[in-house]
């Protein structure tokens, strides 16, 4: 089977490759450009803290937040379901 594309008689079969071409070179041109290699490496904890500020409402509410953190990285981050 073929398809009349601008008067001329296209096969499916090139269509097909021309699609998914297409799309593999949509892909690699979307992953491609510089990284950021300043963010890259630190460990995903360290810029989370960075990324995500403590606003408490008070310093004593602001040191329990820290704390509480602290002694759930020392368990080791395990979920108690």
Do not use: C, W
């Not at 499916?12 to 041109?29: D, K, R």
């Not at 008070?58 to 979920?79: R, T």
């Amino acid at each position: 089977m073929s398809y009349v594309i601008f008067g001329r008689a296209i096969k499916t079969e090139y269509l097909t490759l021309g699609t998914l071409f297409a799309t593999g070179g949509a892909v690699y041109a979307s992953l491609g450009g510089k990284k950021d290699s300043a963010s890259s490496g630190k460990p995903l904890a360290e810029r989370v803290k960075e990324a995500v500020p403590i606003n408490a409402g008070s310093s004593e509410e602001e040191q329990f937040i820290k704390n509480f953190i602290a002694e759930a990285e020392k368990e080791g981050g395990v979920a108690h379901h």
